[in-house]
């Protein structure tokens, strides 16, 4: 068994003791000089440097040099998987074109999808490869990753298939999400509850008994569903959820991210693992949030993208006691960001968080969000070995600068896996 001792770290933020409510948001567990005892691709023990040094003196050793010491980012909501680009809808939306407008004249979501429906398997694994490379270089060592840019049942799958191999490729672990309720396929766009019933009546059950056969060994994917004026209404939404939830899937949902139409209360009475956006999210549906452990996924990196000034109401969220992470939503139209630094730097400036926070919504709650807090998220004894290194001495350094990249070491199961001090 490989073992690594990485000590003398300025700052070991350990995010010790499980997701983080309310105000308790940015409890940091922070142990100066810090020492991290790596055994496998499990951590072993977590304490100062002069206490692990005198107990493990001949175990192999990587020497922090006084930099800080986090759990590696994990990004809960990506739509990684996908061909081509949108940088011609951009130019558009800079002339004054709505998202919406633009997803009525057949663009958006849609242009994308006839990319993705045209693309081979390995086209799409090296298109999303590249992306992949990026989050982990920029400190994300799990991401959240969406089907949902096929809108059949073939492309779908596809999707699936893609997402499953590059995971097993590594080192970026990738948790599947079923998204084939992202937006009504074009086939169906004058019937969009002929095409909630394909999903409900075929398309699930074909992904639950695909799934039994390629991934049998791996728990069911999340299903999500895009809850939005343009996308699927509130009852469609229940319809497919409701549908994912009896199949044994567990689930999510995008929900309020133009209007308010119900979808985080939703995602809260069928249990979902979150609800994502979160822009015009009503006081009771922040409530009834509040009130279960579906974690509030805020994406600044869209409003940013698509120059909105409305972003997630954060604070109101953490004082009714919610569960709030932070996500890139990496996507073609909106926020093609693979830097969940950046989604942090938005989140102090746009949610009023600080960096401790941020940092925290990004690592323990974030793991929540994608239901692995138990295994990711935080330096503890009998958790994944998922560490990054920053350039810097001192936490807060993220939040307060933006546009570079400040991590130095990324470490993914107990090994080195991005070591930007040596290129």
């Given at each position: 068994?490989?073992?690594l001792?990485?000590?003398?770290?300025?700052?070991?933020?350990?995010l010790?003791?499980?997701p983080?409510?309310?105000?308790?948001?940015?409890?940091?567990?922070l142990?100066?000089?810090?020492?991290?005892l790596?055994?496998?691709?499990?951590i072993a023990a977590?304490g100062?440097?002069a206490e692990?040094?005198?107990?493990?003196?001949k175990?192999?050793q990587?020497?922090?040099?006084?930099?800080?010491m986090?759990?590696?980012?994990?990004d809960?909501?990506?739509h990684l998987i996908?061909?081509?680009?949108?940088?011609?809808?951009f130019?558009?939306r800079?002339?004054?074109?709505t998202?919406?407008?633009?997803?009525?004249a057949?663009?958006?979501i849609?242009?994308t999808?006839?990319?993705?429906?045209t693309?081979?398997?390995d086209?799409l694994?090296?298109q999303?490869?590249r992306?992949?490379?990026?989050?982990?270089?920029?400190?994300?060592?799990?991401?959240?990753?969406?089907?949902?840019?096929?809108?059949d049942?073939?492309?779908?799958?596809?999707?699936?298939?893609a997402?499953l191999e590059?995971?097993?490729?590594?080192p970026?672990?990738?948790?599947?999400?079923?998204?084939?309720a992202?937006?009504i396929?074009?086939e169906?766009r004058?019937d969009p509850d002929?095409?909630?019933?394909?999903?409900?009546?075929?398309?699930?059950?074909?992904?639950?008994?695909?799934?039994?056969?390629?991934?049998a060994?791996?728990?069911?994917?999340?299903v999500d569903?895009?809850?939005e004026?343009?996308?699927?209404t509130?009852?469609?939404?229940?319809?497919?959820?409701?549908t994912?939830k009896s199949l044994?899937?567990?689930?999510?949902?995008?929900a309020?991210?133009?209007d308010?139409l119900?979808?985080a209360?939703l995602a809260?009475?069928?249990?979902?693992?979150s609800?994502?956006?979160?822009?015009?999210t009503?006081p009771?549906?922040?409530t009834?949030?509040?009130?279960?452990?579906?974690?509030?996924?805020?994406l600044?990196?869209?409003?940013f993208g698509?120059?909105?000034?409305h972003y997630?109401p954060?604070?109101?969220?953490?004082?009714?006691n919610?569960?709030?992470?932070?996500?890139?939503?990496?996507?073609?139209?909106?926020?093609?960001c693979?830097n969940?630094?950046?989604a942090?730097?938005?989140?102090?400036r746009?949610?009023?968080?600080t960096?401790?926070q941020?940092?925290?919504?990004a690592?323990i709650?974030?793991?929540?969000a994608?239901?692995?807090?138990?295994?990711?998220?935080?330096?503890?004894?009998?958790?994944?070995?998922d560490?990054?290194?920053?350039?810097?001495?001192?936490?807060r350094?993220?939040?307060?600068?933006f546009?570079?990249?400040?991590v130095?070491t990324?470490?993914k199961?107990?090994?080195?896996v991005?070591d930007?001090?040596?290129?």
């Amino acid at each position: 068994m490989n073992t690594l001792l990485i000590h003398s770290a300025s700052q070991v933020l350990t995010l010790a003791g499980g997701p983080q409510r309310g105000h308790e948001l940015g409890r940091l567990s922070l142990i100066e000089d810090g020492a991290v005892l790596i055994e496998g691709e499990t951590i072993a023990a977590v304490g100062r440097s002069a206490e692990l040094l005198a107990a493990y003196p001949k175990t192999p050793q990587l020497n922090a040099g006084g930099r800080a010491m986090l759990p590696g980012f994990v990004d809960p909501h990506t739509h990684l998987i996908w061909a081509g680009d949108r940088a011609a809808e951009f130019e558009l939306r800079l002339q004054g074109k709505t998202y919406l407008e633009i997803l009525a004249a057949g663009g958006g979501i849609l242009s994308t999808v006839r990319a993705t429906r045209t693309a081979s398997l390995d086209e799409l694994k090296a298109q999303t490869r590249r992306r992949a490379h990026a989050l982990l270089a920029h400190g994300t060592t799990t991401a959240e990753a969406k089907t949902g840019y096929g809108l059949d049942h073939d492309s779908e799958l596809v999707q699936l298939q893609a997402l499953l191999e590059l995971d097993e490729e590594g080192p970026l672990e990738l948790v599947p999400t079923y998204l084939g309720a992202h937006a009504i396929a074009p086939e169906y766009r004058d019937d969009p509850d002929g095409y909630t019933r394909l999903l409900c009546k075929q398309m699930l059950p074909a992904v639950r008994d695909w799934w039994a056969r390629h991934a049998a060994n791996r728990p069911l994917p999340f299903v999500d569903v895009f809850c939005e004026t343009g996308a699927f209404t509130l009852a469609q939404s229940r319809e497919i959820l409701e549908t994912a939830k009896s199949l044994g899937f567990p689930l999510k949902i995008h929900a309020d991210e133009f209007d308010n139409l119900g979808g985080a209360s939703l995602a809260a009475e069928l249990g979902a693992a979150s609800a994502d956006h979160l822009v015009k999210t009503s006081p009771e549906d922040i409530t009834a949030l509040a009130q279960s452990n579906t974690v509030a996924v805020s994406l600044p990196c869209t409003p940013f993208g698509l120059a909105d000034p409305h972003y997630t109401p954060a604070r109101a969220i953490l004082e009714a006691n919610g569960l709030l992470a932070l996500a890139t939503d990496i996507n073609p139209g909106t926020a093609w960001c693979e830097n969940m630094q950046f989604a942090i730097a938005l989140g102090c400036r746009y949610l009023r968080l600080t960096p401790a926070q941020a940092i925290a919504a990004a690592t323990i709650n974030s793991a929540a969000a994608i239901g692995r807090a138990d295994r990711i998220g935080s330096i503890e004894v009998g958790k994944q070995a998922d560490l990054i290194l920053l350039q810097e001495p001192d936490y807060r350094h993220l939040g307060y600068r933006f546009g570079a990249n400040l991590v130095q070491t990324v470490i993914k199961r107990g090994k080195v896996v991005v070591d930007h001090a040596n290129h």
